[in-house]
């Protein structure tokens, strides 16, 4: 019966541990911005394609100022 009184303890704590956790997250501004990560994913393929692009036109000065030397 002792276990039962242990565990108990031991969850009570734990569980006090991790709300004390979440009230710092939510003062601190952690679940402030909801909008933005449902619009992000909208836009990730544009995102990737523009990051190539500016790797394409480094990639092509990179050449280019080779091929001048």
Do not use: C, W
């Not at 601190?28 to 393929?45: A, C, N």
């Amino acid at each position: 019966m002792e276990v039962v009184y242990i565990t108990i303890g031991v969850s009570i704590i734990v569980a006090i541990f991790f709300f004390i956790i979440f009230i710092k997250s939510v003062k601190s501004g952690q679940y402030e911005d909801t909008y933005t990560p449902s619009v992000r994913m909208l836009f990730d393929d544009e995102l990737v394609t523009e990051k190539n692009k500016d790797k394409h036109k480094d990639t092509e000065k990179k050449s280019q100022s080779t091929k001048n030397k």
